[in-house]
């Protein structure tokens, strides 16, 4: 561990430790007063992210209101998840990567098809990750809000139009988040291979958790 590159800079227990494979879902309890850290392991890969309160999970991460109380639609270190009741969720302690998407959402059958052509229809999509990770929760699709996408570039040109470009992301890159409140953690390791957000080959993550 002290040799791993992944660790540095944090403090506190090791208390989990795993790898993400590409393309698939993962879940996990975070506790007041520990902190995740999501490792890029490879580069440009999208992380698609949902909270939920792990004492009523009818409470879950807002992006309207994370953005109206910060003014702003990315995500940085300092940035609070904010949750449907105007509560912190999360805090982004650090980020070695410049910002975060709040606005560019999680790919689906419907989008897949409507953006790149209806032979993409069956490709394994975010959304289904979100659906397959929450059902062990009891959670359906009507629990499914708007996510955070981790490391992933959607620039906001002056006439509001946006895209998804290459990423900004590097091999062995991080982003850190504080629970400010017990959470439950819902990943889509994005399995995106029709644009950029993956570099069109979609490669594992690693969650770290520190009490």
Not at 54 to 64: C, H, I, K, N, P
Not at 166 to 188: F, W, Y
């Amino acid at each position: 561990m002290k040799n791993d590159p992944h660790f540095a800079g944090l403090a506190g227990q090791v208390i989990h430790d795993e790898i993400v494979a590409a393309r698939a879902p993962w879940m996990h309890r975070v506790r007041a007063g520990e902190t995740l850290r999501i490792i890029d392991l490879e580069g440009n890969q999208a992380v698609d992210f949902l909270l939920y309160a792990t004492d009523d999970d009818a409470e879950r991460y807002s992006a309207q209101d994370t953005v109206a109380a910060q003014a702003n639609i990315f995500l940085r270190t300092g940035s609070v998840l904010l949750s449907s009741e105007g509560r912190p969720m999360m805090t982004i302690t650090g980020t070695s990567v410049e910002y975060h998407d709040t606005i560019g959402g999680a790919c689906s059958c419907e989008s897949n098809s409507l953006r790149y052509g209806h032979h993409t229809r069956a490709q394994h999509s975010c959304v289904d990750n979100f659906l397959e990770a929450n059902l062990r929760d009891g959670r359906g699709k009507r629990d499914m809000v708007s996510n955070v996408n981790f490391f992933m570039n959607v620039p906001v040109e002056a006439d509001g139009a946006l895209g998804i470009v290459d990423g900004i992301s590097a091999p062995g890159l991080s982003v850190d988040l504080r629970a400010e409140m017990d959470v439950t953690v819902v990943v889509s390791n994005c399995p995106q291979i029709n644009n950029p957000c993956n570099g069109f080959n979609p490669t594992p993550v690693r969650m770290i958790v520190t009490a």
